[in-house]
Structures are given as structure tokens and as C-alpha cells.
């Protein structure tokens, strides 16, 4: 199966293949562009996240970021009935602290604790604690109103932990053996030897309990409270946060003290959170606990912090962070700049990917930044990050800064260079289209000059002279053009004339030859026939013919106003065909009508088939046929169809006419020669009904 290709003019051709190269040029160098801009988005992307990170890091004093990242090295934490708050004590700072239960808030209290007593259990009476100095053994009351502290007993030491049912009056108190103090009484029962050592002792009046955390703070010991014998070892675990990833890995956990918190009903621990511990599952959790105990909401914190947020807003940062980092990829959060759920909060962890713990190592030892490629982070997505040192005193690097941006950001900034490149490379192709276009134009114009002249002189217009100025090509093309029409036109003419003379000979020879063998035309019907036909003026010659073929005719009106040679010479023409269509198709008005329509518009009026069955009239125009009865006027008829016949009466005659009969046409005389005539042509036969041509006016 062929296929056309499409036809294309020469401007056509020549846009086509000049714009497909154009474009060609335009993408490879567009494309080269676009590299070198994504190269050069990519290095400054690096080299700002390297500056943020290292300006940040130079303005972060060590000192208070290592007092914000420090965990609280609580010895002791116990509940003030009077006001619900948790009271503990901090061995790193040597500060008193008040902690809100609700959300873990801590502030440091005016009141100070006598040196060596770190121990805290409930007192009896709202606003009171008794502390204990583990070393010596001495209990004191100490009153949170004035701070003032009066002996209560003095114990036996070792002495590890204490832990006060205030609503009984009794102390529980832990150390080789857990003991019972009966603290209105003063006497001391040794309740059991504790196989473990603990490390925190609280009492649960909801379970009567007395809750024991163990020495390395991941297990939760249930005694107790009537005979102190271990009645469950409940190891402790982190709850999975929500939306945490499938690869997500519980840190270990190591509470420093625990607490019951009477008016909630919660057992609390503390880590460098407040939290919630469940003892049915041993699951600790933070939520509605604030991280670090609340130091973020502190003046400390919020002097970097904010600065922080305010160069992440403007420098379109994702991040900006610090942090620890320990036992060679574990994370510990510090300082976050970032606002919302994807804020990481003081002393929260993460662990680092595998492919950058080298690169982080090289930072702390030697204070080298550290500049990430694109990696993915199970909780923060897609990221390019930059590290670098915070340094001490010495000039040792004890934290880093982390500056982060979404992989989005640099994705849209290179698209819009691309975008911007290509929409250039497009005005550029359009350009360039429009200049070839100009080009084109000015080839295309004098060849289609010439072309216009080719196409008047292929019609017989030799008179052409296309005149072109420039280019000298065609200026040439159009001359040649021009002389070779004028050649062309006069060869023509002579051509012309001696075709005219050999037509004009041939035409006589073929009308001669025509004419010999033209069948005589029918003077009369067959004998016995049931139909005549003939002129009405019988000195008149008729205006039709003929061909009788059988026991039917076919008759013809011919046109009038022709010469009279040119008139026999159709009227021959005329006999010839039909001659040939009556004895090929005999006398089937059915298969005649489409021939006889088609055939010789010119030269007829109208048709007429005459059988034993009828007349069949097929007229060119409207008004040829008439019916004639005998004494009166000539009637006009419209046949119905050439296949319907026309039965006159007996002695009624069809007129058939060359052109409409009137008050003056020879039709409006026919009654008075009727009688004549149909004595000249019914001869010796009856005449059943007769067709007569009327002669043109």
C-alpha cells in the first residue's frame, strides 16, 4: 500500500528545515544552560546552608547551650499536697524546682534545701516535705512556706530512698532492706531485705503499693506495701510515638525518679521529661508533657531560639537546629529554629543515616563542616543539610549547628530556571521563525509570479512577461520564463490556424460520409397500423423525423429556427440514433426515457413513442403538446410521464410543437385542416389516432 508524502512549497521546504535545525540548536544549547544553572542552584544552595550553619554556630555561646542540652540530675522528686505540684531537687544546679504535673513545667524555687539533704518524700501536713541526707541518715521537716527545716528521726544508714504514705502517717524508706518508719511513734519495721537495689521509692494509696524503680532505671519494681516482697518486675520501654516510621527503634529507658500523683491518678517518672509511666505495660510516654521540662518556654532558650526562627523565615530554611551528637550516631536535639509539628523538641533523639556518620564524626573531631548530599530521613523527608561546629573554650567541638532545606525547594528553583531557559530558548526559535518567514517570503514571491504566469499560459495565455528584480537568479528564471511563453504563444497560433484548415476539410468529408449512411426516414406508418403520423401543413416541411421499427415509431420534434441544411443534417444525425435505440432497446418507454433525456437536448422539443398502446411524449419545456377532437380548438396536455401513454379518442390527434403554440401560431388553424389532412395520410387504412407536427413558426 503507497502512501503520499505531503506536498510542501518551496517556503514550506525551506521554514520546515531551517526551524528544525533552529530548534535542534536551541534545545542542545538550552539543555547545556539548563546543567550549568542546576550545577550553580545546587553550589549555592551548599554555600548558603554552610554560611547560615557557621554563622549561626559562631553566635551560640557553648556554655549556655551545654547548660540547655544538660539533663537534670534529679535525686529526689515528692508531691505537696496542699497545691498538687511536684517538688524536686537537682544535684547538677544545687537548685530547689517546682514542677507542674500538667504539663511538666519546671521553675526554679527562692526556697533552698540544707546542704546534703537531696532525698524528698511528702510531708504529713500540706506544705511540708521530709528530706533526707542519705550519708547520715537525718530526716527533716522541711516547711515550704518559710523554708525552715526542724529533726524528725535519724535513720541507719546506708539509706538510698524514700517514700511517705502521708494519710497513714508512715515512711517508707529503702536502702539493703526496705524498712517502715511509723513516723507518729518513731518506730522502725523491717519490713524485707530487697534483693535489688532501687533507686526511687513512691507510694500508690489507689493500689496501697509501694513502687520501686530499679537501679539502672529501665524496670519498675511493684512491692509490697504490707510485707515489701517483690510482687512484679515490670521492664520499661518507650511508646511508639505517632506517625512514627516502620524502621522506628525505642531508645533505652532510664528514669532518675518516680512519683504518684494522687490527684491524677498517674504514676510520673522523670528522664529529661517529665513522664507518664504505665504500670500495666511498663509503656513510658511524654504526651501533653513538655520536653526537657519546658526549658524551651525559658528566657535561656528563647534568646536563640528566636533569632533562629527569624533566619529560617528569611532565608527560606526548612530547618535550622543544633545538636548532640553520641555513641557515634545517636542525635539529641537542642535549640530549634522551626515552627509547628515539625518542631524537634529539646532533648528529643533521632539517629543519623548510616552514609553521613562518617562526615559528622570528622566534624567533632576536627571541627570540619560537614555538607550533606540529598537523603532521605524517615520522619523529615527529603533534605540537603549543612553542619557545622559549635566549639568551646578550648577550640573542641562540642555540638553542631544544622542547616536543612526540603529537596522541594531546590527542585522549584531549578524548574524555574528551566522554565526560564527554555521560554528563552522559545523566544528565540520564534524570533527566528519570524526572520525565516520575512526570508521565505522574498524567495516565495517571484516564484509565485512565475508560477501564476505558468499557469495563465497552460490556459492559452502566451502573452506573459513576469518581470523580477531580484535575486539575480530568478531575475534570469523569469526572463527565460517570459521568452519562452512568446515563442510558445505565436507556434501556437500557426498551429491554431492550420488545425482550422484540416477541420474544415475532415467536417465535409464525415457530413458527406454521415448523410450516405443515414436509413431513409419513415414517409408513412407500417400498413395496419393504429396510428399516422405527419405535418400539419403538408406543404410545409416537417420540423422532426421518424424511425418506424416494427409495429412502433419513434418521433421527434426538432428545434426550431435552424438553417435548413444545418436542420437536415441534425435531422439525419437524429435518425441515426434513433434507429439504434429503437432496435437495440425495442419500444420500452421504461428503458428509453433516461436515454432519450439525455440524448441531444439541443436538437430536440420532445420525443414521441407511438405503439398499440399509445403515444408517449416526452417534452423539453411546457406548452408543445395539444390535444385536437374534430370541430374544435387545440387543448393543451401535459403528459404525465415518457412511461404513461396518451390514448386520444378515435379521429383526435396529438399536436406536437417546436415551441409553445399561440393566437397566432399555425396550431390555432389546425380544425380547419384537419379534415384534409387526415384524408392525405390515413391512405388506404383506418386511422386510429394521429401525432402531427407542427411546423415552427
Known sequence: MSSRLPRLTLRGWFLTSLLSVLAALIVIQATHIYVSLSDLITQGFDRKLLAISTTTAAFIDPADHARLVEPLQLTGIARNTADGTLLAYD??????????PADGFASVSTLKLPPGFHQLATGTAPDTLIILDAA??????????TGEHTPLHRLEPPVVAIASDSARGVLYIGGRHLDRLDLRTGIVTRLAQLHEPTRDLTF????????GLGESGSTLLDLNSADGLLRRRIPLAQ????GAAETWKPAPVR???IVFDEAAKKLLGTERSLLHIDPATGLVSPKKLLS????ELGPGYLRYAAPMRRITNRANLTFLYTQLVTERDHIIYGLDGTVGEKHSAILSTDTLPASETAGIQQLLADGTPHLTTVRAWDQWGLLKSAFAPIFDATGHPVAMVGADVDITTIRYATHRALVITFAFGALLLLVAGLLSLAIARQLARPLARIKAAALRAAAGDYAQHVAVAHPRELRELAAGFSNATAGLGRRFVELDAAVADGRAVRDRGALLTRL?????????????AVWTWGALDADAPAP??????????????????AEPLIAAAHRAELAVLAHALLTRHGADPVVLAPLLTALAPNEVAAWVLLTSAGVHVLARRPGLVHRLSPGSAPAPLTPAAFTTPIVPAPGEAIIVTSTPAGPTSPAAAAPATLAAWRRAAAGAHTVGYAVIFQPSA
Open 91 to 100: 544535684r547538677r544546679s544545687s537548685e530547689f524546682l517546682k514542677i507542674r
Open 136 to 145: 547520715t541518715g537525718e530526716l527533716r521537716l522541711f516547711s515550704l512556706r
Open 204 to 211: 500508690d494509696p489507689e493500689r496501697q503499693t509501694l513502687w
Open 239 to 242: 511508646e511508639k510515638p505517632e
Open 255 to 257: 528514669l532518675v525518679a
Open 292 to 295: 526537657g521540662f519546658g526549658r
Open 516 to 528: 450516405a449512411d443515414v436509413p431513409p426516414l419513415a414517409a408513412a406508418p407500417a400498413p395496419g
Open 544 to 561: 422532426g423525423g421518424a424511425i418506424i421499427a416494427g409495429d412502433a415509431a419513434l418521433a421527434w420534434c426538432g428545434a426550431a429556427g
